[in-house]
């Protein structure tokens, strides 16, 4: 289907926001909102959200990616993940104002961005938002970080002979890597994901607060070749509430083994813009179009 790309200014609390829409000839009445992580910008990193937005626009789907206050060419201070919700709340706004039609809205997002989108659930209940992507999200602390390297880091490298050539010609520091080696371990074993009496909720207890009151549909793509999405795993296994989700009957989860964090290869990326086609028109879509 034929499209066509326009540049958006738009407004959020006072400052101004860009963003880029990809709308098709005759969209269907599902439209997709990118969420862009940060420290990023509305390309993506390889140009990951232009070829993303262009494929989905072919199939009829119109697609905003956009900078949020602080990011790319958005005026504003530079802000986290866990502040940019009004900045969400003003892309919606702005796709559905630009794209009549439009029934519902699905929501996209790789690492940081993934964790503002659940973020923004458990702020704002926004009936516009149909469906959302988690591509790879970020729950990272000193913690899960530490058992994520044990596991998936230092027993890969035990097994790995370029590593033990390196050792036998000396080409390793033995005394750093005991101490990162045994700091992990400290790491790991002197926390729990749990936070502790009267410390602050975290970010990670605001996901799931989130996920937990969005009854619709959910896709979940996570990166074989990828420690934050390791992490991720490693984090809602340890957690009952996190591990009832990933397996709710409204949650697909996809792992791509051979992909990295930002699907840089054309065959993953082609991989993550097939999977997301394809849930799309299974999950969300209930009126074919």
Known sequence: MRYAER???FECEGEYLVGVLAAPEAPRSTAVLVVVGGPQYRAG????????????????????RFDYRGMGDAEGA????????????????TLVGNCPGTKRVVLWGLCDAASAILLYLRERNDARVAGIVLLNPWVRSV???????????YGKRLVDRDFWKKLAEGRVNIGSALRAFTASIR?????ST?????????????MLEGWRAFLRPA???LSGNDLTAKEFLEYAQADPSWRDLLHRPDVKRCELA???????????SDEVEAQTLSWLSSSVLLDGR
């Not at 790491?187 to 926390?191: E, K, P, V």
């Not at 051979?258 to 993953?268: G, L």
């Open 219 to 221: 896709l979940v793509i």
């Open 78 to 93: 530079e802000r986290s993940f866990q502040e940019c919700a009004p900045d969400v709340a003003a892309a919606i706004d």
């Open 194 to 206: 749990a936070a502790p009496v009267n410390e602050p909720a975290r970010f990670q207890d605001g």
């Open 143 to 153: 913690a899960t970080l530490s058992k994520t390297h044990l596991k998936h880091y």
């Open 7 to 9: 540049p958006l200014v």
């Open 187 to 191: 790491s790991a074993t002197a926390r």
């Open 45 to 64: 990193s390889h140009r990951q959200f232009v070829h993303f937005s262009r494929r989905l626009a072919a199939e009829g789907f119109a697609v905003l």
């Open 258 to 268: 051979n992909a990295d964090h930002t699907f840089s290869t054309t065959e993953s």
